[in-house]
């Protein structure tokens, strides 16, 4: 079954925001920030609707896309142990300055939420709610896949 709204734009939805589909219900928050900070604005203006949709239709491919991974870290450090060690020390330090900003506006916009969802509504709401902290949290998962590697 399709996914459908119980409002019908950001602007005018009702707390808490619900989605219907797949005989399941989702809740969120619909905070509305004060201003898009910088990457925000890739994903601003996305239809909530086609994402959950996206979510639940394709969540089974992360455990193969795991497995791919472990797969190709392991070959590739089997190729890697009779070569010279690669000179990595300037590309480190720029991806872990990039790394350590996403992580300070992502630790921003989380207590921008929070602050707001404790003062009007009770704090498993802070829990349980938030959309757009799971958008933040899956980017930062794909952010250390590098440096795990």
């Known amino acids: 079954g399709q996914l459908e709204w119980c409002a019908m734009s950001r602007s005018e ?4 925001g619900v989605i219907s589909g797949h005989g399941e219900l989702k809740y969120y928050v619909p905070y509305q920030y004060g201003a898009i900070i910088g990457p925000e604005r890739w994903w601003h ?3 909530l609707r086609s994402t959950f949709l996206a979510m639940q239709a394709y969540w089974s491919y992360t455990i193969w896309i795991a497995i791919f991974y472990v797969a190709c870290i392991h070959t590739m450090q089997k190729a890697m142990e009779k070569r010279p060690a690669f000179r990595l020390r300037r590309p480190l330090i720029a991806w872990n300055t990039v790394l350590a900003l996403f992580s300070l506006l992502g630790t921003v916009r989380t207590f ?3 602050h707001f969802v404790v ?3 009770s704090l498993l709401d802070s829990v349980s709610y938030s959309l757009e902290f799971a958008i933040r949290a899956g980017l930062f998962g794909l ?3 590098p ?3």
Do not use: C, F, K, V
């Not at 939805?13 to 808490?16: N, Q």
């Open 13 to 16: 939805m009702t707390y808490p």
């Open 45 to 47: 203006g996305t239809d």
């Open 112 to 114: 921008e939420e929070l």
């Open 119 to 121: 003062s009007h509504h």
């Open 143 to 145: 952010a250390q896949r």
């Open 147 to 149: 440096a795990i590697g």
